[in-house]
């Protein structure tokens, strides 16, 4: 008799189902999610920062854009540093598991969040590719539950063949419980 629930060349058996990390080929992603929108923060802080340097500059060794400019750049530096360390923090803190229960994302390592979706909540799936996913071979499953406030769970940036195999074996499913 054949396994009732078919696997992913990337997955364990269902009863021993681990969790599974993003493709490596995911991280710049990650880092292109959060590096420029902090680096851009940055600036904006440093070049608040720098306001009141310009008002109670009296040296006459730098003018006031000088020190606008510097802080901005020292802003966008900081920011993007940060941007870059959360990206690459949260790439290697994402997993997600599917066994026999349903689907589970698992995200953070100081504030752990586990979100779990039972096979029986699942309405409907939707894939994302961007080009960037594309041209990578990563895909954005989206998995819409039923009935509560946060409708839907997102799996960002996974292999494509694991989120296609996951939007099969979770569609089927649905097809099954609307056959009952």
Do not use: Y
């Not at 993003?22 to 680096?39: N, V």
């Amino acid at each position: 008799m054949a396994p009732p629930f078919p696997q992913s060349p990337s997955m364990a058996p269902a009863d021993e189902a681990e969790w599974q990390p993003l493709p490596q080929r995911a991280r710049a992603l990650f880092l292109l999610g959060t590096t420029p929108w902090l680096a851009l923060a940055g600036a904006m802080v440093g070049l608040a920062l720098a306001i009141p340097g310009i008002v109670l500059l009296d040296s006459g060794h730098a003018t006031g854009m000088t020190v606008f400019i510097a802080c901005a750049v020292v802003g966008c530096l900081f920011g993007g540093g940060l941007g870059w360390m959360l990206g690459h923090k949260q790439f290697h803190h994402t997993f997600w598991r599917l066994d026999r229960e349903g689907l589970a994302l698992r995200r953070g390592r100081m504030w752990l969040r586990e979100t779990r979706v039972p096979i029986t909540r699942v309405q409907h799936l939707d894939l994302k590719r961007g080009p960037l996913q594309r041209r990578r071979s990563l895909a954005t499953l989206i998995v819409h539950t039923a009935g509560t406030r946060n409708s839907s769970v997102v799996v960002p940036n996974i292999d494509a063949e694991d989120a296609e195999f996951l939007r099969d074996r979770l569609g089927r499913q649905i097809d099954l419980d609307d056959e009952d």
